[in-house]
């Protein structure tokens, strides 16, 4: 029988909306993890643009042909919320120094209240500048932002910004 170890992993985060960065972090998790479990905080965003519930269910669409990765929200601590998931590590991406100094303050901090680890997965180049609150503003000012979300993210957010 083989010793390897079965590892389940966490990747929390706003995902509002979900992006191709993020999708190009699960990607590149799902390789390195027995299992993958998006969590989507509950926390209130500033402007927030789509419900945790809508960002969920846009999630959901995506990750539909992807075996063993899942998503769902959760609304506590993230440490405590992969504790109950009895994940092993959290995953979190990077794109660039900003990310690092604000990433390893959260790692550290997780690790010493809970002991447990993150994983980090650099981006590729293309989507190193990309994030959800770009989007939310590009957007909002009526620019195209087509090539950064995929293409159901797309489609409801043109339909929110109409209204
Ligand atoms: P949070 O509010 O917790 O930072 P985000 O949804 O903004 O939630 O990000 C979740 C994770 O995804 C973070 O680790 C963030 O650094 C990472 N991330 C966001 N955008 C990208 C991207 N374009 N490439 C790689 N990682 C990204």
Redesign the pocket.
């Known amino acids: 029988m083989s010793d390897k170890k079965f590892v389940r992993a966490i990747?929390?985060?706003?995902?509002?909306p979900i992006?191709?960065?993020?999708l190009?972090?699960i990607n590149r998790g799902i390789k390195l993890f027995d299992e993958l479990i998006i969590a989507v905080?509950q926390s209130p965003?500033k402007n927030q643009l789509f419900t945790p519930d809508e960002r969920v269910e846009m999630i959901a669409e995506l990750v539909a042909d992807m075996p063993g990765v899942s998503v769902e929200s959760f609304d506590c601590l993230t440490v405590e919320y992969a504790a109950r998931k009895k994940a092993d590590v959290i995953l979190?991406?990077?794109?660039s120094l900003t990310?690092v100094h604000y990433?390893l303050k959260l790692a550290m901090t997780n690790r010493a209240v809970a002991g447990i680890e993150t994983v980090f997965?650099?981006?590729s180049e293309q989507?190193?500048?990309?994030?959800?609150?770009l989007i939310r503003e590009i957007a909002s000012l009526g620019g195209n932002v087509s090539n950064l979300i995929p293409q159901n993210v797309y489609n409801r957010l043109k339909k929110r910004l109409k209204k």
């Not at 992006?19 to 993020?22: P, R």
């Open positions: 990747f929390p985060g706003s995902f509002d992006t191709n960065g993020h190009d972090v905080g965003v979190r991406g990077l794109r990310d990433e997965v650099m981006t989507y190193g500048f990309t994030s959800s609150t």
